[in-house]
Nanobody
Framework: QVQLVESGGGLVQAGDSLRLSCAAS????????IGWFRQAPGKERDFVTA????????IAADSVKGRFTISRDNAKKTVYLQINSLKPEDTAVYYC?????????????????????WGQGTQVTVSS
């Protein structure tokens, strides 16, 4: 059982940077793959990036490579999403989610139903 809470969103200007946090409760946090997803108004929820339980594997959507960096601190039970050079098209609600399955990129990337726990989301709004 894992509870996830996102924070760090806000209203920023294009070119700014943000660091989102996903804080978790639960003793088994370190065994979970954590993914970040985002959902823009009127759009489907899309995969952004994910990190394996140990931190040894990461994967990211092509659209965010080079600007978004995921990291985790299992001692603090927190996963971070560093976002640089924000663009208006990054505007969305950002969610973190957890799954406890062996690392498999296809499932991590495409299988949203494989994630058992979801946070409430944090809003990121980027003005031009």
């Amino acid at each position: 059982q894992v509870q996830l809470v996102e924070s760090g969103g806000g209203l920023v200007q294009a070119g700014d940077s943000l660091r989102l946090s996903c804080a978790a409760s639960g003793r088994t946090f370190s065994s979970y793959t954590i993914g970040w997803f985002r959902q823009a108004p009127g759009k489907e929820r899309d995969f952004v990036t994910a990190v394996s339980s140990s931190g040894s594997n990461t994967i990211a959507a092509d659209s965010v490579k080079g600007r978004f960096t995921i990291s985790r601190d299992n001692a603090k039970k927190t996963v971070y999403l560093q976002i640089n050079s924000l663009k208006p098209e990054d505007t969305a609600v950002y969610y973190c989610a957890a799954q406890n399955q062996p690392w498999r990129p296809d499932r991590v990337r495409w299988g949203q139903d494989a994630y058992d726990y979801w946070g409430q989301g944090t809003q990121v709004t980027v003005s031009s």
